[in-house]
DNA sequence: TGTACGCCCCCTGTTTACAGTGAGTTTTAA
DNA sequence: TTAAAACTCACTGTAAACAGGGGGCGTACA
């Protein structure tokens, strides 16, 4: 029977016990490291790279420094053999798509059973990928849905522009801080009302709640 | 020893499964009882009034049906003798203050260490309350920010404009939608933006939110 | 009975947002 | 390499928001 080395990251302690617990009854896995932020796992695996062979990274979405989609997208990037698998009790469609797109290797809600997350480790192990039915169903949905295409027809900019008027900026303000011509902010603004169908700063501002680019 | 009856409800199995491995260390903790809502816990808890004697509720905030909060507050009514702990990520001053309101005998958020939620539990079944650290500086500081207290402040036909703004209304046509003077508006808008301390309808439009005013 | 508060209205300004239109430059990707 | 998309800037208006005053009217409550 192969030995798996394993990562674990979750910013709650709790949960993060929790599993060890789970994962304690099966002697192949050796849990390598736990941490709290995706920055110690990344950091840890751009030291050790070569010397230790991790077979997998479980992570949480939510974590302070480096979250759950930097730290898969890092890891596919420098460390492709390394898998990983996301446990997260949010899963919206924007995250779900995102994380496929960066080739994730698993997804697992937190409600989901014990033997569900077991199936799931020891499926990506074997060299498949394994998403619970409702991360499939969310991910579904969100394909059908002009949810997304509303977040994808944004630009870079004007995510960032929309940020800052959530913020209660004032276009001369936003020009300032991007060093830009007020008249391009006030294009940027007649832009979003247009593209997000809203009137004014209020109906942005809700988007930009609904987008994550502002707390509250 | 003295053996001690628990219930544990939380809607995230793997969370609950962590916890249960948690506990199995322990013997004189008998889990009577897992749930994934409140409603079940309430359930039980009614039907085997006498019979059983329950000591400790664990309980996360977030879950179908019951929450925590609606949980503790059941207990507390209808079972004084059951001590409840809560067990939660989230911790907003107006959660952690309803609850303390409503008499609840402990609450340590899901990022503490394992030991110290050994020690709350013992801490509440010997009688006593346990709030974590970071729980009470959330207490404190939401006593003493304005936070809430701005939100009392409201009129209710301030809270009306205020929906209206968010919802994207002109001040000419909120002023028509009420049958007010577009003066009378141009007022309420003021002294909303004076009270909420915020500068535009952006900041308006966050606080209509957080209110609860408008969907989104 | 007076004073606090919610509610309603008005005036004068200044600033900002909103609407429409147009156009050059750079980046990206087919 | 060319076309599309993103990014940038400009001009002209009109409408609305923002800032700072003031005041009257009713009710509740101490």
Redesign the interface.
Known sequence: MKNYKLIIAD?????L???L??L?SKKEYEIILTA?SGKNVAKYLDINNDNESIDLVITDVNMPDLNGIELNRHIKNKHPKVKTLV?S?LHDAQTVQTLTQDNVDGYVP?????AE?IHAITTILDGEKYFSQSIKDVYLKGMFSNEKSLHESLSKREKEVLKL????Y?TQEIADKLFLSKHTIESYRKNLISKLE?????????HA??LGL?D?
Chains 1, 2 share one sequence.
């Open positions: 910013d709650h302690k709790m949960f016990d929790g599993l617990s789970i304690a709290n446990v009790m937190k409600n989901a059973e014990k997350l008027i959530a913020q209660e004032t809203v009137r004014n700063l209020a109906g942005l501002t809700k709640l609904k502002v509250e």
